[in-house]
């Protein structure tokens, strides 16, 4: 007897495949592939913020969570803020950057945003030598923020 089985012939059920396992094999393909794929879009994600300066959690009905970091030659510095149940936080964040003539400036803000969010940190001018950020965040419930940079 002749059976087709995954696009080819098999001589008898034994030979082959059984549909049965055809199916999971397949499932279980398909799962793998999946699996992978979430994995390097991911990986991919993470990297498009750069290097992690610094991260802090906090948790309770009056939350604060803090990071700070410093990069040299920074293109963009950033800060992923989330917090568990979603809600609208307040956070502070200043920079102060260096250029190598001697010049220094720094830039803060104060805003209220509705999480999950990144925000860029603004420096005081193009192309600074050295940076140095500082964030706060308050709310309630559980905070997390994540400093980030990425070099020139």
């Not at 999946?34 to 991260?55: E, F």
Request: hydrophobic share 35%.
């Amino acid at each position: 007897m002749t059976v087709r089985h995954a696009g080819r012939l098999a001589e008898s059920p034994r030979q082959g495949w059984s549909e049965k396992e055809d199916c999971v094999k397949r499932i279980g393909f398909g799962l793998a592939v999946t699996g992978l794929s979430l994995v390097v879009v991911a990986t991919a994600m993470a990297g498009q913020l750069g290097t992690r300066l610094d991260r802090d959690s906090a948790h309770g009905k009056h939350a604060h969570a803090h990071v700070h970091g410093s990069m040299q030659k920074p293109r963009e510095i950033f800060v992923k803020v989330k917090a568990r149940p979603a809600e609208v936080v307040k956070s502070n964040w200043g920079i102060g950057c260096f250029r190598s003539d001697g010049t220094s400036d720094s830039r803060s803000a104060t805003t209220k945003k509705q999480t999950p969010f990144i925000e860029k940190l603004r420096f005081p001018f193009h192309k600074p030598n050295d940076c140095s950020g500082d964030v706060d965040v308050w709310g309630r419930g559980h905070l997390k923020a994540v400093l980030y940079g990425q070099r020139r």
